[in-house]
């Protein structure tokens, strides 16, 4: 069975551009949560998405947004990219709609970096 | 923000030998995990802790759930170079569902 697979391995941008993250969650997993995982600072959640929809958003400014699709396969975006936003973008998903004790997956991550 | 301190924060040891991170928190959680993440990928969970007091052991690695629920610990015996990695540990927030918290991680290296 396939794990959670993330695209592209790396990214590289510079600043002001806009990056687009993909993820696909193991099949049979609706939840799709997104964190960011930058140096010395450990990881953030950014977001969570569930059959469809934003169900709960971290500490992040709008420009970071995103979505899931019908197959829940999911689209991180961030806009107007900033030399802070370099980082290990992490992609997990999870069979059941984030409960406490909610088993996560984790793909290997997107590294992208902005110069 | 119920925070996660994890303490030490790098750890470089000879294989063989054993040791201990802690995971502390002011607050009461419901449940802690601890997860791994080796380098160039994600982390993988290893445990989930939800009764104060309980032990769980998976083969050298040992983890504790304080009495109060506040605190955890990660004891590995006899730590290999395989062992090597970020070692991590995660609430989930209150209310603030599918929200992990994580700690700032501590980085163990096992040399052969």
């Known amino acids: 069975e396939a794990g959670v697979t993330q695209s592209p391995t790396h990214l590289i941008k510079t600043r002001g551009q806009q990056a687009t993250l993909r993820c696909s969650p193991i099949?049979?997993?609706?939840?799709v949560y997104w964190y960011q995982q930058a140096l010395g600072l450990g990881l953030q959640f950014l977001l969570w998405?569930?059959?469809?929809?934003?169900?709960n958003r971290g500490n992040f400014p709008p420009r970071f947004s995103g979505r899931q699709f019908p197959n829940y396969s999911s689209e991180l975006n961030v806009n107007a990219l900033e030399l802070e936003d370099s980082a290990l973008y992490l992609c997990?998903?999870?069979?059941?709609?984030?409960?406490?004790?909610?088993?996560?997956?984790f793909g290997s991550g997107t590294q992208l970096s902005v110069l | 923000t119920q925070l996660l301190e994890q303490s030490p924060q790098f750890l470089s040891i000879q294989e063989g030998e054993n040791l201990t991170v802690y995971c502390n928190s002011s607050?009461?959680?419901?449940?802690l995990q601890w997860y791994r993440q080796e380098p160039g990928e994600g982390p993988v969970l290893l445990v989930t802790?939800?009764?104060?007091?309980e032990v769980k052991k998976l083969k050298r690695l040992t983890f504790q759930f304080g009495d109060a629920r506040k605190d955890s610990s990660l004891h590995i015996t006899a730590a290999q170079p395989g062992d090597t990695g970020l070692y991590l540990c995660?609430?989930?927030?209150?209310?603030?569902?599918?929200?992990?918290?994580f700690g700032q991680g501590t980085i163990l290296t096992v040399h052969p």
């Open positions: 802790v939800v009764t104060g007091g």
């Open positions: 995660a609430h989930a927030g209150g209310t603030s569902y599918g929200k992990l918290t």
């Open positions: 099949s049979g997993h609706t939840s």
């Open positions: 607050s009461v959680f419901s449940s």
């Open positions: 997990a998903s999870s069979l059941r709609r984030g409960g406490h004790n909610e088993k996560l997956f």
């Open positions: 998405y569930d059959e469809g929809e934003e169900r």
